[in-house]
Structure formats: C-alpha cells, structure tokens
C-alpha cells in the first residue's frame, strides 16, 4: 500500500479502471495495490479495535469503500473516506460507490454462524 504496509483483506472489489491499469500477468498473481472496496469479516478471535483499525487503515490508503462484517455483533461498520463510521444493523446492506447497486442479504450471512 501506499504507507508501505502489506494487507490482504477477506475480500475485494477492483474497478473495470483499475483492472485495465495491470497486465494479464499482474492478474495472474496476488495484486500489489489498494482495491476500490475492500470486506474484512470479523472472526471470534479478531479483536475489534485491531479490525477497526485495519478498515482504516484501507480507506487511507485509497479504498473507496470498506466493510468491517461482524458476525459477534450482527452489524456492518461501512467506512469511506472523509466520512464518519457507519453501523449497519438491518437485513441487508447496499453498496455505494464502486459497489453502487449491490445489496448483501445479512440474515444469509449471519445465519452461516453459530455463535452463541
């Protein structure tokens, strides 16, 4: 990433624009630059202040848009630059964005966990 880290997120997103910019061979390996939107999926021993911070940590270093799903607390931490963390705690969430149209059914994901 730009600030010199290395991270890969549980999940990503890249640009038709972003896709273009790179080789046939660059597609064929792990891609070395910051995706337009990015899900981290927190797992019982990640520690929310660590995934917190890693969301960050993607949107300041170019991501468009970040998902921190969270199956402990049944919510969705959206993040985007320049804006305030939002919490997402309904049936579904909607993309914006890079992802403008595409709409996660959270009930289909929350029931893939057995937390309690």
């Not at 929310?48 to 049944?74: F, H, R, T, Y």
Request: hydrophobic fraction near 40%; aromatic fraction near 8%.
């Amino acid at each position: 990433m730009p600030d010199g880290s290395s991270k890969s997120p549980d999940a990503a997103y890249i640009t038709a624009e972003q896709a273009a910019q790179r080789t046939v061979e660059d597609l064929k390996h792990f891609l070395r630059f910051v995706p337009a939107f990015v899900v981290e999926l927190r797992s019982p021993s990640d520690r929310l202040d660590k995934s917190m911070v890693k969301m960050e940590q993607w949107i300041e270093n170019g991501a468009q848009l970040g998902w921190l799903v969270d199956p402990i607390e049944k919510a969705v931490l959206i993040y985007q630059p320049g804006q305030e963390v939002k919490r997402a705690l309904g049936k579904t969430v909607s993309g914006t964005g890079p992802i403008a149209g595409f709409t996660l059914d959270l009930d289909e994901v929350w029931s893939c966990y057995d937390l309690d």
